[in-house]
């Protein structure tokens, strides 16, 4: 379907099947973020997206990760959180230095932090919250 003939008729019906597959992948890839947005707000109960014991709601958010550079992912967590995602990192480097972070965690170099999955921070978020209720 998309190979591109020396013949300039089929070039032209070439890029606009491309055009049209591009256009049905980006509506693909935005349901799919959303659907992953949206589990993750289920998941971690971020539901007004107040993420600690004491009220406190999200004041910003920072994107990272090469998929954050298109336009629609933006746009879609502006959606999600009322929030314009600061781009004030490189999405890149910022993977990198996560993974980095996550590998001296794991090898016991780095022994001041801790790693928590989206459902480890929702039940240590829940303790909290009882906590500060029996106390």
Request: glycine share 6%.
């Amino acid at each position: 379907n998309d190979i591109i003939d020396n013949n300039n008729n089929n070039q032209l019906k070439v890029i606009q099947q491309t055009g049209r597959k591009l256009a049905k992948d980006k509506q693909k890839l935005k349901g799919k973020s959303n659907q992953e947005l949206k589990r993750l707000q289920r998941e971690t109960r971020l539901s007004s997206l107040s993420l600690f014991p004491s009220g406190q709601t999200l004041d910003e958010v920072i994107l990272i990760g090469g998929s954050t550079r298109i336009p629609a992912i933006k746009r879609l967590v502006k959606v999600m959180t009322g929030i314009d995602p600061k781009m004030t990192v490189n999405p890149d480097e910022a993977v990198s230095l996560g993974a980095a972070v996550l590998a001296g965690i794991l090898d016991g170099e780095i022994t001041d932090m801790q790693v928590m999955s989206a459902w480890q921070a929702a039940m240590y978020r829940t303790l909290m919250e009882n906590r500060d209720v029996t106390n």
